[in-house]
T-cell receptor, first 110, second 112 residues
Framework: QQPVQSPQAVILREGEDAVINCSSS?????VHWYRQKHGEAPVFLMI?????EQKGHDKISASFNEKKQQSSLYLTASQLSYSGTYFC???????????FGTGTLLAVQP | KAGVTQTPRYLIKTRGQQVTLSCSPI?????VSWYQQTPGQGLQFLFE???????NKGNFPGRFSGRQFSNSRSEMNVSTLELGDSALYLC???????????FGPGTRLTVL
């Protein structure tokens, strides 16, 4: 089942904060986050693991609520470079298969 | 370290033809995954190869196939192309399992 992300799109001014949510109907053991700029490949941001361990980005934080089967990505003091589409991904088994979410388009304006 | 490379970057084919796309992973990475990206369906997993073995397969018809060579390079093949196969095909390499994946720039396939 594809994770559902909210909001679908958000427009910010530089310096504003945003939260992107990712909800799954299945139990989550880890959540991956990627950002894709227009015309480019997705780029890894972070992995959140069951138990709270987090691997990845220094300037972007995230939370992982196993009970709610939800993860949230927190973008604080947004910069123009944060613009892009954000995807969460959940593992589909003990392989590298990722089931990506519906995506959230973030546009940061000057 | 060189990134993931994909060739060709753009491809135009007609219905019924077949196509082969190539992916060279980051040196030392043994896992290569393929994804199809379309505006309507988003990013969808096609298959993953690890040390020349297919470890996982997505929900795509048998017209989509792939393989991995001993140097970890991977190819995917789509036979009897349909209009709906028009998409950006991305490959991603990873060092192991459950690690970050590094995506290539993709191959934009247009089926006329």
């Amino acid at each position: 089942q594809q994770p559902v992300q909210s909001p679908q799109a958000v427009i910010l001014r530089e310096g504003e904060d945003a939260v992107i949510n990712c909800s799954s109907s299945k139990a989550l053991y880890s959540v991956h986050w990627y950002r894709q700029k227009h015309g480019e490949a997705p780029v890894f941001l972070m992995i959140l693991l069951k138990g709270g361990e987090q691997k990845g980005h220094d300037k972007i934080s995230a939370s992982f609520n196993e009970k709610k089967q939800q993860s949230s990505l927190y973008l604080t003091a947004s910069q123009l470079s944060y613009s892009g589409t954000y995807f969460c991904g959940t593992p589909g088994g003990a392989t590298n298969k990722l089931i990506f979410g519906t995506g959230t388009l973030l546009a940061v304006q000057p | 370290k060189a990134g993931v490379t994909q060739t060709p970057r753009y491809l135009i084919k007609t219905r019924g033809q077949q196509v082969t796309l190539s992916c060279s992973p980051i040196s030392g990475h043994r896992s290569v995954s393929w994804y199809q990206q379309t505006p309507g369906q988003g990013l969808q997993f096609l298959f993953e190869y690890f040390s020349e073995t297919q470890r996982n397969k997505g929900n795509f018809p048998g017209r989509f196939s792939g393989r991995q060579f001993s140097n970890s390079r991977s190819e995917m093949n789509v036979s009897t192309l349909e209009l709906g196969d028009s998409a950006l095909y991305l490959c991603a390499s990873s060092l192991g399992t459950a690690n970050e994946q590094f995506f290539g720039p993709g191959t934009r396939l247009t089926v006329l």
